[in-house]
């Protein structure tokens, strides 16, 4: 089938079946297209966890549809293709977490969102590249264990006053591919381009950017900002977005271009198998959903 065809069938069926397509913003541009909502980590678990239709579709990386499915439990929450998975999740496992508890038990466990159930339940609370900040504040105690990324950690941190905050020592290989030298080989065709990242970048990154935001924070900023050109450090498929919010606007990714191939394995085919065929369900062992959520809920409710 055509794109075009493909996206149509998939629209009908998300209809005639009660589905709800969640879409993060990483995903490839056929697929934000028939998505009912596209969005950053907090936006997607808001949405998650108050959609009325009986089956989420999650459209992004295995631990965003196991969010959905801690939130919703009586819900069916669908993976178009499971292996899809995270390199930055996989540097935290349960047991090494459970150790680091131990080796400072005093310490509040803050995990980002980019982890699997296991590990949001060993957490305290949740958070996201869009709150990390406000978390890390609110969390009563004065030490915290922050899991897993040690840029995102380590950027908000230094805005954290008073808390004494170990990192663990995980990163997004995405990310941290993006560098002062990817971004200066564009700038310098480009000179008055603002350099706007992700916090996910590394430290020699993120201190030299113009702004530094979740996705869903960049993509308002370009909207918002007098600027007409930007070189963007985060993934690609932020872009499509950005240009449908500002068609005016011209938009430069860091050479090389940062591309996450675990979330380009949902492909449209993907997507209409999966609808069609009621594939692939995610299921999360209760006692460790019922802890994981207690934590993604102490964020919702901050
Ligand atoms: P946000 O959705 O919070 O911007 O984070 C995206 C992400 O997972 C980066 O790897």
Redesign the pocket.
Known sequence: MEIQELQEEIRRKKREKDVVILA???QQPEIQDIADFVG???ELSRVAASAPQGTILFCGVRFMAETAKILSPDKKVLTPYPQAGCL?ADMAEPRQVEEAKKAHPTARVVAYV?VYAEIKALADIIC???NARKVMEKIEGEKILFVPDRNLGAYHARAVKGKEVLLWDGY?P??ERITPASIDRVKEKHPDALVIV?P?CPPAVTEQADFVG???QLLRFVEESDATCFIIG??AGILHQMRKKAPDKEFLLPDPIPVCDQMKMITLERVYTSLKEDIYPVTVEETIRVKAEKAIRRMLEL
């Open positions: 993060h913003y990483y950053d980590s907090l930055l980019n996201t590249s869009a997004c995405i990310h992700h996910e979740s996705t869903s985060t993934e």
